[in-house]
């Protein structure tokens, strides 16, 4: 069992940067895939970013691909996206997941764990 909180959203103008963290608890957060979505008003959860249970391997929706970048420290059980260049579009709920998958997915249905998400906007 892993429980997941999310914090570091806000409310930001565009171009600035944000750092989320997700907290994990659960002695075997390491062996767990981390990934980032998000999901904004009247749209489908969509992914954001994947890495690795060592953190040797990153992906990214091509939407945030060269803006965002997801890292992780196993020694304090947590899981980071650094947000820079911030645009209005990025404006949604992020949220913090975890799979049984090592290697991380782009796919909702493969992760196990939520957090309940923490609020980014985006002003223009």
């Known amino acids: 069992q892993v429980q997941l909180v999310e914090s570091g959203g806000g409310l930001v103008q565009a171009g600035a940067s944000l750092r989320l963290s997700c907290a994990a608890s659960?002695?075997?957060?390491?062996?767990?895939?981390m990934g980032w979505f998000r999901q904004a008003p009247g749209k489908e959860r969509e992914f954001v970013a994947a890495?690795?249970?060592?953190?040797?391997?990153?992906y990214y929706a091509d939407s945030v691909k060269g803006r965002f970048t997801i890292s992780r420290d196993n020694a304090k059980n947590t899981v980071y996206l650094q947000m820079n260049s911030l645009k209005p579009e990025d404006t949604a709920v992020y949220y913090c997941?975890?799979?049984?998958?090592?290697?991380?997915?782009?796919?909702?249905?493969?992760?196990?764990?939520w957090g309940q998400g923490t609020q980014v906007t985006v002003s223009s």
């Open positions: 997941a975890a799979t049984t998958r090592q290697y991380g997915s782009s796919w909702v249905y493969e992760y196990d764990y």
């Open positions: 659960g002695r075997t957060f390491s062996s767990y895939g």
């Open positions: 890495i690795s249970w060592s953190g040797g391997s990153t």
